[in-house]
């Protein structure tokens, strides 16, 4: 695989399968964003919607924490979905969980034709929401909204603008020095990214600042929101219904 293969914005990697090795090496702290976002859910749980699932990192954690749940994985990739349902059914939880395959931008337009769901407790997203445009992103946090129980919460773990070039300067070293601490280099990982093309909704990396998406939370209708976990770029926002 190279370089040359094109994937879907989101899949980062042109081989499905190095995925959950490659994101570990290049995002830093991914397991902890995943994990601090997990805690952020209440363990009584019972529905629970995950935008973006991938190859179902997030999915497993949240099943994980929350026994009695079931969950609703949508994903526009067959490839990563492909890979959650396998890692689903070899930790013996695919029967909790109804993959959907479709774009979270047509659904929040009200034009999916699979139906998703509503009164979800929780919502989550990992790693995808930033490919909208802000207007979509804005739209798909009513759509969120409009479909959670009263007092249910969005989380949202994703890539941020930074305040400021000072700032953006020390992520980007820091984040070298985080692959190299995983044992190989920035370069070495970046030959496994594949070439994205803008499929449905979503298209290169569109960030907005954590400001920004505060805001957007609260006019979307979040009566509480919060940003529980920062690393420079990197963020967990969201909030209660
Ligand atoms: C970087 S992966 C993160 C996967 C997982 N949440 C995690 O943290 O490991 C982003 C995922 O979002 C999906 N994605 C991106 N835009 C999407 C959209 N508009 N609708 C549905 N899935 C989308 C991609 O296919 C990809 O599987």
């Not at 902890?32 to 976002?37: G, K, P, Q, V």
């Not at 959670?148 to 984040?175: H, M, T």
């Amino acid at each position: 695989m190279s370089q040359s293969t094109t994937i879907y914005p989101g899949e980062v990697f042109a081989d499905t399968q190095v995925f959950d090795t490659g994101i570990r090496q290049l995002v830093p702290h991914y397991d902890l964003m995943l994990d601090t976002l997990t805690a952020c859910v209440p363990k009584e749980a019972r529905r629970l919607l995950d935008l973006g699932c991938g190859t179902g990192e997030l999915s497993y954690k949240l099943l994980k924490h929350c026994p009695d749940a079931q969950l609703v994985a949508v994903d526009y990739s067959p490839r990563m979905i492909e890979k959650a349902i396998a890692k689903l059914e070899e930790a013996q939880l695919s029967d909790r969980v109804t993959f959907i395959p479709g774009d979270f931008g047509t659904w929040a337009n009200g034009e999916m034709k699979e139906e998703i769901g509503t009164n979800f407790d929780a919502c989550v997203s990992s790693l995808a929401i930033h490919h909208l445009t802000d207007e979509m992103k804005y739209k798909l946090l009513i759509c969120i909204r409009k479909n959670l129980v009263e007092g249910g919460c969005f989380w949202n773990a994703d890539p941020i603008l930074q305040e400021s070039p000072q700032l953006q300067e020390i992520y980007s070293k820091l984040r070298e020095q985080w692959t190299i601490n995983q044992g190989t280099t920035i370069q070495n990982v970046r030959s496994n990214i594949g070439n994205s093309q803008p499929q449905g909704h979503s298209g290169q990396d569109r960030l907005a600042t954590l400001e920004t998406h505060l805001t957007m939370l609260s006019s979307a209708g979040f009566k509480t929101v919060a940003n529980p976990w920062r690393f420079f770029g990197l963020a967990i926002f969201g909030g209660w219904s």
